[in-house]
């Protein structure tokens, strides 16, 4: 299974690599990594990587991730090449043809609209509960969330 440092990397790379001035605020790498966790449960029915996202009030956050970039960058900060810790990430191919199927299904947004588009979506919103949107919450969106809620709009996708 890959890393998520792995695949934070290879979306960081991805993006600043073909285009410099590319936004990539912390905001959006959450949502974009949560987009390839999802849809990977969805269509594969398993996971890209290691790793699991909370239902937070900007939409799903991984702790991890969170973490390695909290001392430095905030919500809107820009991630950039240099915050990459491995410059060199080797996926499959197949890995890395289905991160770059979701980030050209998803990078046309940014990380405000993305965190619109999850809060509308059933995993987060179930995994709350009674929760105010304002109102802090570490509940893990599970797998099965994700299988079902993913797995039903890649179905009607497909057809």
Known sequence: MNSIHDITDYIILRVKSEDRFASLINLKLQKLLYYVQAWSYGINKKPMFDGEFEAWIHGPVN??????????????SEINIDDCMNHN?????????????????????????????????????????????????DKVITPELMIEYYGKKWETIKS
């Open 89 to 137: 990430v080797s996926l499959s191919s197949e890995d890395a043809e289905f991160i770059d199927f979701i980030l050209e299904n998803y990078l046309k947004y940014s990380g405000a609209e993305l965190e619109r588009l999850s809060h509308n979506e059933m995993p987060w919103i179930e995994t709350r509960g009674d929760l105010n949107v304002n109102e802090r919450c």
């Open 63 to 76: 702790r991890e991730i969170y973490n390695r970039f909290n001392s430095t960058k905030y919500l809107y």
